[in-house]
């Protein structure tokens, strides 16, 4: 009985054996933690990263760490190397990283949108429904505003507030108590044709406009101050638009936006703006979630800015912030001082190419603008047409 006992025992021990040799051949299947190299074996390679990352780091440090060191250096070494190098580092590299970035990352960039299924002349479209600008700089970086400068867009609150408006942006864009919206703004996604996904398009025209309310429940007119003179043109527009992989990303291009904070026109004139976000449609339009519209506002802009609120002033129409602004000065040039002041300082240096940069020294004669960001979200609407000119 002991003779056969230990015959089953030694096939045992052979099956087990035969079966890490068979094992040891590449793996490719994503996502999948690396194996913990087992006392001088190599370890399993992780799962390809989502094939790369995941494979190459788990399957190579897994099964060359776990394996060659475990192997070389000998039992104990091997075992606890092995183990603990081609397990932890393998299996939580291969996994976590393969995992993660393959999965999370593979499956929110490498998706696809649905195909369009709206038609007409501004389809798909959409319109902003949520505008926020981060509270500081680390929120900034944490929302995704990849812009230079120490403020990294969050300083225009400061202006905001200084014209008594706070930074609840989000009350411009939504309807109020009456129904009425502040400010319509609208975008439109030319060269997209019903029936194809953002894979198959791969990129569109991006536009912007102003607009106000149409006769349809989610409809909504082009104000034709948006588009160039005599032409259905519109003024801002982001050209070759990548829309691939559910997400929307733009070349650098210029932005222009008019806030209407408490009576007062806050006109954005932002240069080097790119927009970026995740992107699906429906049977209505687009819509644009974890929006970021980050650009910069030059010295030349700010100081336009300043002069516009000027005018209004003067033209005895202006909002009673005017007389506040009246004791500060009665020029640009004396309330740029004031303005960028509260706003931080000039943080970004934008050189002759219009290249950005960070500040080498804050207030140096170099840096010429500030930084910029907002928080974008756009709902899918429908664009009825270009409103009458007054």
């Not at 190397?81 to 291969?94: A, I, K, Q, S, Y």
């Amino acid at each position: 009985m002991k003779q056969v006992k230990l015959f089953w025992l030694s096939l045992l021990v052979a099956g087990l054996s035969l079966q890490f040799a068979c094992d040891d051949s590449e793996t490719t299947t994503t996502d999948v933690a690396g194996t913990a190299g087992t006392a001088g074996t190599a370890g399993t390679p992780g799962g390809t990263t989502g094939g790369t990352t995941g494979g190459t780091t788990g399957g190579t440090t897994g099964g060359t760490t776990g394996g060659t060191t475990g192997g070389t250096t000998g039992g104990t070494t091997g075992g606890t190397t092995g183990g603990t190098t081609g397990g932890t580092t393998g299996g939580t590299t291969g996994g976590t990283t393969g995992g993660t970035t393959g999965g999370t990352t593979g499956g929110t960039t490498g998706g696809d949108t649905a195909a369009l299924e709206c038609t007409g002349d501004f389809c798909p479209s959409s319109r902003a429904t949520s505008l926020a600008i981060p509270a500081d700089a680390n929120a900034a970086v944490a929302s995704g505003c990849d812009l230079a400068g120490t403020s990294k867009g969050s300083s225009l609150n400061a202006l905001l507030s200084f014209a008594g408006g706070g930074a609840d942006l989000n009350s411009f864009v939504n309807a109020d108590a009456n129904g009425e919206i502040s400010l319509v703004l609208l975008s439109y996604l030319k060269g997209w044709a019903a029936g194809q996904t953002g894979n198959q398009v791969g990129t569109v025209d991006l536009q912007f406009f102003t607009g106000a309310k149409g006769s349809a429940e989610n409809g909504f007119l082009i104000d034709p101050v948006s588009l160039a003179e005599g032409t259905t043109d519109p003024l801002v527009h982001f050209d070759g638009a990548s829309v691939s992989n559910s997400m929307l990303m733009t070349q650098a291009a210029d932005f222009a936006l008019t806030l209407p904070v408490a009576g007062l026109p806050i006109s954005l004139s932002l240069s080097q703006t790119r927009i970026s976000g995740d992107l699906s449609v429906d049977a209505t339009g687009f819509n644009l979630a974890n929006g970021v519209l980050g650009g910069y506002l030059t010295r030349d802009a700010l100081l336009g800015l300043i002069q516009g609120i000027l005018d209004l002033c003067a033209s005895g129409s202006g909002p009673d912030f005017c007389s506040q602004i009246s004791t500060f000065g009665s020029d640009a040039a004396s309330l740029e001082g004031l303005l960028t002041g509260i706003l931080g300082g000039y943080d970004v240096a934008i050189g002759a190419d219009g290249t950005p940069a960070d500040c080498a020294t804050p207030g140096d004669a170099s840096c010429n603008a500030l930084s910029v960001c907002l928080l974008v979200g756009m709902s899918s609407a429908t664009i009825e047409g270009v409103e009458a000119a007054q």
